[in-house]
């Protein structure tokens, strides 16, 4: 269906615009004569601001001129109040009739505004005799209008053959422009929004997204309204949506075949073996490029066992798994990583979890996870015991060994990576050609840094990030003293520690930063105790390179 700019078009209305109220009747399937168009408009002053009332009424009407149902009933909120809005579709001696109504209230039900629904029903369908009642009977709250076709602004066939494009390749852009163009020629300004979230971003480009979210927001979700914010619109579609188990099951395969969704947050934190097998055998998870699991919240309990997940069938699709406040036990993540079928699956996002090096060690030798190329983990805590280290550095083996896909690896708070946990990805022996290190929260020192430094492996890497850790200045200088380091592209060291890195130190830092070859890509920087460089080294620093704190 077109989607109208239903806020410039409230504003061409109020301002008298030519053609406006013809454009409202050709596409919105009413006619709306003058002294309708005036009761309108009171009834667009519940909204608060009679332009943006007006704005949201007109996608309502929008929505449901182009639904197979006769009733649309929705609520918003203005400051303390709920405004309600219904429209209604009813025939009189067979003449069609749209009846909307609007009125505000400081109660969530729908019968303080109309008391003549009660008792009213979840199901809207259950309270039609009551509607059509209120329908046929004129009050202050309401107008009738009298209903006409909705004039077809293009060709049904070619839009769906272009929305199919996008639906089956959701990651492309090229499908997107190509489906603006025809929208733009016909005043759709989904088109717009096409075009603008695909360039780049400006102040100016994020205003207009925002303006037109929130005018068209209703028309331009569709159904996934329900399930999704503004927030989570890409390239102008909704992109991620947010369900129960139960609510995918019973919509996902309509969401996800009409709509190119890419993301499910599942919003179940109690989730059971039964529900997770469930969602594993869904044929709508054939659909979903990444999959959110979330408990409620670090110590959650009982922290719920995962593995049953791995029983699934459909995670053909799957591109990135995130999993929050999560970790039953060693075993539980063993299982649930050694034997999780997902052969496209490039990420794995593991934040606030009770963690183990098991999860890693599965990771590295599941053989349906070749195409694996990132592990990031914020761990919260430990299912280790005492040799954690010891495990850690069997698991990191494992990874250098088995995984040759792996091009970025982050870790946040694993106290247990040790030095002899990363040299397995330096050794000669490794398959891996890390692209990106970041290991936050980790006491290395300089034998890790001098690793790096020696091996050849370390030619691939274009970001290395060691914050509190213990590297110093002996450290810093085998690194970019190293003749492999040349394509670093950005090169954090966050410490605040004053004994390691004493004012001299920063300085001496500072300086090899400058003496750097111009043939060294390396622009980004991050040095410990930045702040206590002399003025003329840092200004010096801020002219070659983006320098954080």
């Known amino acids: 269906m077109p989607t109208i700019d239903t806020s410039a078009l409230a504003t ?16 919105f399937g009413v006619e709306l004569p003058a002294h309708h168009f005036s009761m309108l408009r009171r009834l667009a002053k519940e909204h608060g601001d009679e332009a943006r009332g007006l704005g949201i009424v007109l ?63 979840r199901t809207l369908e259950k309270n039609r005799e009551r509607l059509n009642a209120w329908a046929r009977k004129s009050s202050g709250a309401t107008v009738t209008l009298k209903a006409r ?93 947010t369900m129960t188990i139960a609510a995918f099951l019973k919509h996902g395969e309509a969401l996800f075949s009409t ?85 496209k699956l490039e990420a794995v996002h593991l934040h ?8 890693y060690r599965a990771l590295a030798t599941n053989p349906s ?22 495990k850690t550095v069997d698991a990191f083996t494992a990874l250098a060994q088995h995984r040759p896909s792996l091009k970025h690896l982050e870790t946040s708070q694993l106290a247990h990576v040790t030095d002899a946990a990363l040299a397995p990805f330096f050794q000669p022996d490794s ?17 890790t840094a001098r690793t790096i430094a020696q091996s050849p492996s370390s030619r691939a890497l274009r970001v290395l990030h060691t914050h509190n850790a213990n590297i110093g200045l002996e450290g810093l200088e085998a690194l970019l003293s190293s003749q492999h380091l040349f394509q670093l592209e950005r090169l954090a060291v966050g410490n605040y520690d004053e004994q390691l ?16 070859p111009a043939t060294w890509r390396l622009h980004e920087v991050t040095l410990p105790r930045a702040a206590s460089l002399p003025t003329t080294l840092a200004s010096a620093l801020n002219s070659r390179f983006t320098v954080s704190l």
Not at 501 to 516: D, K, N, S
């Open 369 to 390: 996870l070749n195409e694996l190329r990132t592990i990031q983990e914020y761990r919260f805590r430990t299912l280790d015991g005492d040799d954690a280290a010891s």
């Open 431 to 447: 398959v891996v050609k890390l692209e990106h290190l970041s290991i936050t929260g980790a006491r290395l020192t300089d034998v």
């Open 149 to 241: 076709p909705v004039e077809a602004v293009a060709s049904a066939y070619d839009e769906a053959m272009l929305r199919a494009a996008i639906i089956a390749d959701p990651d492309a852009d090229e499908p997107r422009l190509v489906y603006t163009d025809w929208l733009m020629e016909r005043g759709d300004v989904r088109g717009e929004l096409i075009r603008l979230q695909c360039a780049a971003p400006s102040f100016e480009s994020r205003q207009r997204i925002n303006e037109i979210l929130s005018a068209n927001w209703t028309t331009l979700a569709g159904p996934a309204a329900t399930f999704t914010t503004q927030a989570s619109f890409d390239r102008g579609f909704v992109d991620r949506v």
């Open 12 to 27: 061409r209305l109020l301002q008298g615009a030519p053609g406006a109220r013809e454009e409202v009747e050709r596409s």
């Open 259 to 343: 709509e190119p969704i890419r993301s499910w947050r599942v919003d179940n934190p109690k989730f059971t073996d039964r529900e997770l097998e469930r969602l594993g055998r869904a044929p709508a998870m054939e659909r979903v490029r990444r999959l959110e699991l979330a408990q409620l919240n670090p110590d959650a309990k009982p922290r719920r066992p995962l593995a049953a997940l791995a029983r699934g069938t459909t995670f053909s699709s799957l591109r990135r798994l995130a999993l929050d406040f999560c970790g039953e036990s060693p075993g539980d993540w063993g299982t649930l990583f050694g034997t999780l079928a997902a052969p």
């Open 59 to 121: 996608s309502l009407l929008s929505r449901f001129a182009h639904a197979t149902d006769d009733l649309l009933y929705e609520r918003h909120e203005l400051r303390r109040a709920l405004v309600h809005d219904l429209i209604v579709r009813w025939d009189d001696a067979g003449t069609g009739r749209v009846t909307i109504g609007v009125a505000k209230t400081y109660a969530r039900s729908i019968t303080e505004a109309w008391p003549e629904l009660e008792p009213w029903s």
């Open 352 to 359: 606030y979890n009770h963690g183990s090096a098991e999860l």
């Open 501 to 516: 890195w004493p004012a001299a130190h920063v300085a001496r830092f500072a300086e090899l930063l400058l003496a750097l």
